[in-house]
């Protein structure tokens, strides 16, 4: 209204002349006064509208890619492959078997290491995955896959028998995908250490992009049973533990040690590093906290998980739909970048590309991002002939989703 009562007022008090002269001074201040009108529209725009969460499209490095892994070659090939399909994000093993699969100063003085991993060319694997996968604009997050996990033949169980947990019958080990093992104490203070001291040399000797810890940080109800952990338990408590592995205060007392310990680990590495990203891999939370007291919920709700990445292994279209349509997936897609971990096929269990396709999708419906356990059975070991897999794949993101470098 002000606008339009200067231009009549204008109007009645200039001559034609005044007019045509003045009209070459008003008409860019009309334009400039128009376009900041339409800045400070638009600068309202972000605080209604929430702002797009970078996708996860990813894929697992285990120890059975070592063999690309270990040469310069097949890494080139295998991350140029990985950006031509429009994958951001690769998960390399770190830590597998009591063993680190890098050239480590800590696991050689902790005895733990006899063997150094080494490339074909005799150069450290991770360093070269790293460098390659930057330079094609992809995340490298290295995977501490094992967790609280060893074998019991691995230097770390035999050298240092006193830092791992047991069964109230006395037993120490439990069976796994991975075989036999055995599970560090995750109370103990100097495995909390030695973990952590692993995880900070990674991600001060490299330049990842973050650090991830999937299901296997965590422990198996059944233990906690051990000397160190039972008189803890009684100094807090004032009681010894159940019996009853599975009983509700007993699981919630060891789950909240473990959190308690993610915060401090997470602490620790963004100290080091502060924009590094803190991923955690679990599996569904019912199963994740009931029996192996792992409370991401809680960490996640503490805001020390940057990313999430479930793990939905099941051949069921149905089941795998019920399960990523969980509650708690919904509440971490609200605030954290969230992605569902699918099964790519296993060597003596290969997976078909339209079971890959039916569940990305489902996925994609959900507004989720993707992570595919693991990189060689995307291609090798499949029902499919290799030409008709990767046409499978390259239909999956056909655009691209890149991720920003941490800095």
Known sequence: MKLSFIVQSWRRRCTAACRQTSLKYLFPILILI???TILLVDSFTPAIAQLPRQEI???????NDFDTLKSRAKVQDAVSQLRRLNFNTIY???WNSGYVMYPSALAQRAGIQPFVYKGSDGHDILADLITQAHRQGLLVIPWFEFGFMAPPTSELALNYPDWFTQKRDGSQTSISASGEVMWLNPFHPQVQQFITNLVLETVTQYDADGVQFDDHMSL??????????VALYTQETNNAPPTNPQDAAWVQWRADKITAFMVQL????KQRKPQAIFSVAPNYYDLAYKFHLQDWLSWMRQNIVDELIVQIYRPNLQSFVANISRSEIQEAQQIIPTAIGIMAGLRNNPVSIEQIKSQVRAV???????SFFYYESL???ALEPLNERQAGFENLFPSPALRAKIE
Request: charged share 15%; proline share 5%; hydrophobic share 35%.
């Open 379 to 381: 291609w090798n070991d």
């Open 92 to 94: 390399p093993v770190v």
């Open 220 to 229: 198996p109800y059944e233990f906690g049973y051990d000397q160190y952990t």
């Open 266 to 269: 997470n602490q620790a590495v």
């Open 57 to 63: 499209r990813g894929v697992w490095m285990t120890n």
């Open 34 to 36: 128009s376009f900041v």
């Open 364 to 370: 994609q419906e959900r507004h989720l991002g993707v």
